[in-house]
């Protein structure tokens, strides 16, 4: 079959998804859809629509063409058909429909097997998302993305949306919500053998964790890994244990200074190393945090030897 003409104009756009309709619908001299000649209707309207910047009839076009694929037997192209419908429903700032084509996609990519592909289209989900203001819905999907690829065994593929979510959470003010993300990340990386990611992605749980005021959370995180060779032995550990203990001091301006004083800070990842930079947070209470690690705590007096006491060393 020869290739169908793109339409040249939005009237040829509107007449060709006509004629795709007649396509797929059975006649008396036609029993079945044709539905592989309707699909080349329906994409060559479809790219005409988008060069003229017309989203809305995009958009149906490109969800005609996915039925089309789906029931000329690709559900994969299908997949790439909803995509490119949920990047017109992005242009045309409808998130929640944009959104929900995306997942349509993610369910026909992991129906052909593909289940990076299916990730992906979620991690697309959650960037429209972000781009609409809306972090903490972002970093659910990301989160979404990273447990379907970590179900089907492709957990070391997960590492960017991992970033991607903490950096959400930290942009909507919960840096406690990245914690378990960057313990996940470690361990995936230390899996794949990335040992040098592994203690960044320590230090920026402990990080985290003193932005949110949990001292007691980040001295445990800091307990629980240090164990882990990857990050025993590592200038992100002693940084870690450096910036502890001045928090322990209940120094705020030793907080400071460890964080300006050590690169290991600035070499975290972007969003946790801006984190860092602006310990301790204003809204954090410092003396607080110092006495649940144990400092700002005078020893108690011991008690002055009695005449018996005496008596027995004697």
Wanted: hydrophobic share 45%; charged share 25%; net charge negative.
């Amino acid at each position: 079959m020869a290739p169908t003409p793109t339409p040249s104009t939005e009237a040829e756009a509107d007449t060709a998804m006509t004629h795709a309709a007649k396509l797929t619908t059975p006649t008396m001299f036609r029993w079945k859809p044709d539905w592989n000649a309707a699909l080349q209707f329906f994409e060559g309207a479809a790219t005409t629509y988008r060069r003229l910047k017309r989203f809305d009839k995009a958009m149906g076009a490109h969800e005609r063409a996915a039925v089309a694929q789906e029931a000329a037997g690709s559900v994969w192209h299908a997949g790439k058909a909803l995509e490119a419908a949920a990047t017109c429903a992005k242009e045309l700032k409808r998130i929640e429909q944009c959104v929900d084509l995306y997942r349509c996609a993610f369910r026909k990519y992991a129906e052909a097997g593909r289940p990076d592909a299916a990730a992906e289209a979620l991690a697309r989900a959650a960037v429209a998302v972000d781009d609409a203001n809306d972090p903490k819905g972002a970093a659910a999907l990301y989160l979404e993305a990273i447990e379907h690829q970590e179900g089907e065994g492709r957990g070391a593929m997960t590492g960017d949306k991992t970033r991607a979510a903490v950096a959400c959470y930290c942009r909507a003010g919960a840096p406690a919500d990245a914690i378990p993300l960057l313990l996940r990340l470690a361990s995936n990386l230390d899996a794949a053998g990335a040992s040098g990611a592994v203690s960044k992605a320590y230090l920026g749980a402990v990080v985290c964790a003193l932005a949110a005021g949990d001292a007691r959370g980040a001295d445990a995180t800091l307990g629980d890994v240090s164990g882990v060779p990857a990050f025993s032995n590592t200038s992100e550990r002693l940084a870690a244990e450096a910036l502890l203990d001045a928090y322990r001091a209940g120094d705020a301006s030793e907080v400071q200074h460890v964080v300006k004083s050590n690169t290991c800070f600035v070499n975290l990842d972007a969003c946790i190393a801006r984190l860092a930079k602006k310990l301790p947070l204003p809204e954090t209470d410092v003396p607080a945090m110092s006495r649940a690690l144990g400092g700002g705590i005078s020893a108690p007096p011991q008690p002055l030897a009695t005449v018996e006491d005496d008596d027995d060393l004697l």
